[in-house]
Structures are given as structure tokens and as C-alpha cells.
């Protein structure tokens, strides 16, 4: 595909014994913002991160705009799992936010005030900014996901991996993280993220990836977002699903 | 009393256990976030061994020769730990235990044997259990002296790649930060602290200066950068006090008073740091209480009244 700004073939990772990944083939196109969802266990957060190299693959190719990680870098952003990191550590928001800066700040040099005030825009637009001093372990879990989200706005990529942004958070949090999303998208820019709502993905999502292990389904949400589709990835799990004016509503027993 | 300052030998001994308190300090920073302190503690012991094999091949007691016998020893100790938690199902913990005893146990076994042969009782190598610092000769002071100015300097080379590692190491990962040239650099430089400290401060008790400073340092901050200069006073000061009161009895070991030093300024931090000390906490909660009962009480009062 010409447009494509993520093609992985053929990608398969485990963990020690198991094969958490199968046989994973997909391409993303520019200016999408895709919901990876599955059951847990499924292989979700595996997935970004062997495309990231943050996890090793068994086999398999990732490009990147047509090339290798190494060589763009600096044009992805990933936000972790907010569990991923000890928030006992002695630093404050706008610190964290700094962060995503080091790398084009480089070895040997401080950020400067120039640095210092990207970092404070990235907490006003995540509407985090009266909270810039303060120390991490003392924001909400809400207030600490729309920190690392400013971590990513200020590398200014232009494909977004995130890891479950939504997970955990209250519902004003959630909204606020999702109009940011749709701006990103709307700015030209790719987002994917891994998601476990399945009642909110045809609101939040232009394209969908069902993963099971593999990739059972992707494509744009309105044509591949059905009953067939989410029985066939989730198995038995989910018990009650209709179709009303083409939306699938989940109803758990 | 003061008359020991004057003596130009013990000048400089302090002068190095402070710089060796210093870099002892800051690297226990970086072990305390990476939640590997008793990792500190394995690899000092571990390096026992080390040092009694390079005396037995040098037949001399040179500390740079001895320091890379004990340096070694450690490197294996900790390949030891990272093999046997990788291959088997034990905990890093247990694994550390494990090596910790064993090559412990093995060191105090070489050391007796030492200790038999013909002159080896002269050795001094006793003092690396638990540190004589006042044996160090003017040449041992510049090795470990120039050792801890590199350890130092590396961590304030890299200090925002260091606490980038430390907090979010996959985030680290991707703004192309090497993460296993990270890992050896920070084993190297958590053993090379370990084995610079173990003739002043002595293998048993070396990692309590690197463990003790950077807890206490934590009680009175909420900036890493802040912490680890706090760690490395704190370091510092336990090292030169410590070695001080240990040199005015004779034969006093070193090590014990450098620890006991470090547990001093550990339990005012614990009281009165600024940031998590407990009194500090029992004052914000009384004042928010005070506060609380003027402010709300006579709301309640009042709303109850209107009520009525």
C-alpha cells in the first residue's frame, strides 16, 4: 500500500513458552485512528510492543513509512500502560512531560526554557497545566494517564502507539482524552490504540483490529464491527450481542 | 582530639572515604530505583573471593590488582544471579542470596587458608571484611580516589538519560536510549563503587553506604535531581565523620562506624524530613484537623441551627 505507515508481516512473539502471537499481518494507513481490541491474554499489548521492539519477535517484519524503526524514531510516540512505571519516583508532572523531549534535546544538554514551555502547552491541552509542579504519585490515575499523554504530544510524532490510555479513568478524563485523539487524527496524524470497551469503538474509532493471537479481523469500523466479527474473536465470552440501526450493542448475562 | 587532623595520612584518608561516600551515594540512588539494593550487597560480598585469589597470585597486597580480583569476582557473582534467574523459575532474590552466602562462604575459606600459610596473618587482608581505612597507603587513597571521580562523573554525564532509564525504561527504549548498554554501564558502575569501598569500609558493610544514604535522601524530597545530591552528602558525610571517630581508638574498624553514622542521619530523616518524615506528616495532619474543626464545625453548627 503507498500509504501506509505501518505494515508488519508475519509477526509472531512469546512469552518464555507460550506463543502469545501468531502469524500477525496488517497495514495501517495515514491518518487513522485504529482500536486494537481482543479478550485478555489476546496479545494486545505484546503486539505494540514487539512492533516497537520493546518486546523481542520469534519472526516477522515491521516498516515503519517504508523503512526500519531505527531510521523514525523520532516520528513515533508510545504511551504506556500507566502501570508500567513506579509513580513513587521523585519528579513532577511537567518533568515527566520533559521527558519526551530528551530525545531531541540529545546527551550532555539541559532543557531549556523553549523545552520547559512545549512541556507546560502539552499540560494546558490535556487541561493538566495547574498541576505542572506537582509530584506524581500525588495526581489521580485520570491525572497521571493525561500526563503521559502530554509526554507524547510533545515528541510531536506522527504514529501514536498507546497502551489502554482509557483504562482506569473517569469519564470526564476519557472524553478529554479521546478529543485530543480525534485532533491528532484530524492533524494528519496515525493513532493506535488498545482499547477494551467494546460498547464505545464505533464512536471513538474510524478502523478496527480484532486480535485473538492473530489478527481476526481489520478494517474500517462501520464494515467489519459485527456480531460475526466480535463472537468469532471473543469466543463464547460474550453472550448477548444485537444489531440495532447498525450499531452492535453488547448486553453481558 | 584535633591533634589527629593534623596528621597529613589520616587528611587524605577522609578526604577519600567522603569522595568514597559521594559515589557510594549516588550510585544507591540508582540501585534504590531500580529496586536493586540488596543487589549492591550480593555483588560486595561476592567479591571476597576476588580479592583473596588476586593476593594469593600477586603475593603482594597492591589495592588496584586486589580491586580487579574483587571486581571480577563481583562481575561473575552477577552474571550468576542474572543466569540463574533466567534459566530457572528462582527469584532474583533467592538467587541473590545464594550468591551471597556462597561466595561469601568461599572468600572466609580462601582467607583461613591464607591466613595459615607463612607470613599471611601480616597480610591485612582481614580488614576487607569489615574495612581498616587507616591502612590505606597514600597510592590506595589516589586508585580509590580516581575510581569515584569517574563513577560520579558518569552518573552527572548522563543524568537525564539516567533518570529516563531508571523511571520508564520502555519509554527510554524509544527515544533511542540503549537499554542493555544502560544495564552494563550502571553494573559497571554499581561495581566499581562496591569494590573501591571494600579495604576503607570492608565487603559486609560497603552496601549500607550505598543503601542507607539514598533511602534517607528520599524522606526530604520530591526531586530526583535533589535526591540524588542529598544521597551524596548524606554519603559523604557518613564516610569522612565515620572514618573520623573509628581512627580515635586504635584498630577501631572503619566500616561499623561509617554504618552507624549513616543509620544516624537515616533516623533524623526519618523524624523530621521534610517531604515524608513522620513528624512532618503527624504536623500537616493535626494542622489539617485544626483546620477542618474551625472551618467546618461551626458551619455544621450553624446549618443545624437554621434547621431548627
Known sequence: MENSVLQVEGLSAAYRKNTVLDDVNFSIEAGTLTGIVGPNGAG?????????????????????????????????????????????????????????????????????????????????????????KRQISQL???????????????????????????????????????????????AGKTVLVVHHDLQTVTDYFDHVLFLNRTVM????????????????????????????????IITRK | MLSLLANSNLQWVLFSTMILGVAAGTIGCLAYWKKQSLMSDSLAHAALPGVVIAYMIIETKDLFLLIIGAAVSALIGAFFIQTIQSLTRITEDTAMGMILSVFFGLGIMLLTIVNRTAGGNQSGLNNFI????????????????????????IVVIGFKEWKIYLFDPDFAKGLGISIPFMNGLYTVLLVTTVVIGIQAVGVILIAALMIIPAVSAHYWTHSFKVMVLLSAIIGGVSGALGTYISALGSGWPTGPFIVVTAAVMFLISLCIGKERGLLIRYMQYKKQQRMYVQQRIPVQFKTREAEK
Not at chain 1, 520469534?58 to 524514531?73: E, M, Q
Not at chain 1, 489521580?140 to 502507539?161: E, K, N, P
Open chain 1, 140 to 186: 489521580s490515575g485520570g491525572q497521571q494517564q493525561r500526563v503521559f499523554l502530554a509526554r507524547a504530544l510533545v515528541q510531536d510524532a506522527d504514529l501514536y502507539f498507546m497502551d489502554e490510555p482509557l483504562a482506569g479513568v473517569d469519564a470526564a478524563t476519557e472524553r478529554a482524552i479521546m478529543t485530543i485523539l480525534k485532533e491528532l487524527k484530524q
Open chain 2, 130 to 153: 569489615f574495612g581498616q581505612a587507616a591502612a590505606m597507603i597514600r597510592s590506595d587513597v589516589f586508585t580509590m580516589l580516581l575510581l569515584a571521580c569517574v563513577v560520579i562523573l
Open chain 1, 217 to 248: 479481523a481489520y478494517g474500517k469500523t462501520e464494515e467489519i464491527f459485527t456480531k460475526e466479527n466480535i463472537a468469532k474473536t471473543y469466543g463464547g465470552s460474550i453472550l448477548g450481542l444485537r444489531e440495532e440501526n447498525g450499531h452492535v
Open chain 1, 44 to 132: 494486545k499489548s505484546t503486539l505494540i510492543k514487539s512492533v516497537l521492539n520493546l518486546h523481542p519477535k520469534l519472526t516477522g517484519t515491521v516498516k515503519f513509512f517504508g523503512t526500519d524503526l531505527k531510521a523514525v524514531k523520532k516520528r513515533i510516540g508510545y504511551v504506556p500502560q500507566r502501570g508500567s512505571v513506579d509513580w513513587d519516583f521523585p519528579t513532577n508532572a511537567l518533568d515527566v512531560v520533559l521527558m519526551g523531549l530528551y530525545g531531541k534535546i540529545g546527551w550532555l544538554k539541559w532543557p531549556t526554557n523553549r523545552d520547559k514551555q512545549k512541556a507546560m502547552e502539552a499540560l494546558e491541552k490535556v487541561g493538566m497545566a495547574d498541576y505542572a
